[in-house]
């Protein structure tokens, strides 16, 4: 599983047991309802500032999202991405 994807599944996952809305996660973390569902899709890889600002208003810690993250991924699969000369 891609990163993003992996990350998004976990967001929703962590969002929903905190019962709060992509709407109020939005509001209260300073982001646009549609950047969070496009987060939850994968279709947007957050930063790390944003990871933490979400974390914050989920009430954990953002290395309990990675942990999260990392569980459902295949880092074997993962290469990094070449740079351009």
């Known amino acids: 599983m891609k990163p993003e994807k992996a990350f998004g599944k976990v967001l929703r996952e962590i969002r929903i047991e905190k019962m709060i809305s992509q709407e109020r996660l ?9 950047y969070i569902s496009l987060l939850e899709r994968g279709q947007r890889s957050p ?38 000369k």
């Not at 939005?26 to 549609?34: A, M, N």
């Not at 009430?59 to 569980?71: G, L, M, P």
């Open 26 to 34: 939005g509001l209260e973390s300073d982001y646009h309802r549609t």
């Open 47 to 84: 930063t790390l500032t944003t990871v933490f600002y979400l974390a914050k208003v989920l009430n954990v810690k953002a290395s309990e999202i990675i942990k999260r993250v990392e569980a459902n991924m295949n880092l074997d699969s993962i290469r990094p991405e070449r740079r351009r």
